[in-house]
């Protein structure tokens, strides 16, 4: 079964506009800081997204409803909103990959890099969290850390980006960040909790880029 077709919609790159293929996207967003993009299953669904804002297409969250009992949902409980949240996206497993901290409650962005050339969502997961607790940290804030990603909360506890991919040009900004945030955790202590995001109780996490 052939892949259905995409267009992709660019606020911020080299080039913005709507693009039918992945590759004519990647060129517009590869090394460009704070790139904007997001893909649409029509060409007049991307084409309005193009009049409109980013924020209003990535990120928000869409109607949910959750297919869990309410004796489970109660048990659960809401989210904390004394909170940020964090995400990673990835387009391929390596791919670009970036990634960002919001507020749990308002959804505003406190922090986000990338995209980075080559990356996995696991290591945009690892440093996210990481970020996060550094921006805690600096700010002096009891606020908690949710992240959806068991993976990216066990290596933050052994304080090791377990990753697979191998080391070179392309994906050299990405280690020297997974570098940096290893040193971090090793010479930092920190109180910030982080919880796993209860996605099948509350949908997807506030920092979700909305790509799926």
């Known amino acids: ?46 084409k309005k997204a193009l009049k409109g804002h980013y924020k209003d297409y990535v990120g928000k969250n869409k109607s949910f409803i959750s297919e869990l009992s309410a004796a489970e949902l109660k048990k659960i409980g809401q989210p904390n909103y004394n909170s940020i949240a964090v995400d990673a996206a990835s387009s391929g497993n390596p791919g670009i990959m970036e990634y960002r901290g919001v507020d749990t409650k308002t959804k505003q962005q406190l922090f986000i890099q990338g995209p980075f050339e080559e990356g996995t969502n696991n290591i945009g997961e690892f440093l996210a969290i990481v970020h996060g607790l550094a921006f805690l940290k600096k700010n002096n804030s009891n606020r908690i850390i949710y992240t959806d990603s068991r993976t990216a909360m066990s290596w933050v506890k052994k304080k090791n980006c377990n990753t697979k991919l191998d080391r070179n040009s392309k994906n050299k900004p990405v280690f020297d960040l997974i570098d940096r945030a290893i040193m971090w955790l090793k010479n930092n202590s920190y109180n910030t909790t982080i919880v796993k995001w209860e996605t099948k109780a509350w949908g997807e996490i506030p920092a979700d880029f909305g790509r799926k």
């Open 1 to 46: 079964m052939s892949k259905k077709k995409k267009y992709y919609t660019v606020w911020k790159g080299h080039h913005t506009g709507v693009f039918d293929s992945w590759n004519d996207c990647k060129a517009q967003i590869k090394d460009y800081q704070g790139a904007q993009y997001k893909s649409f299953s029509t060409f007049e669904a991307a």
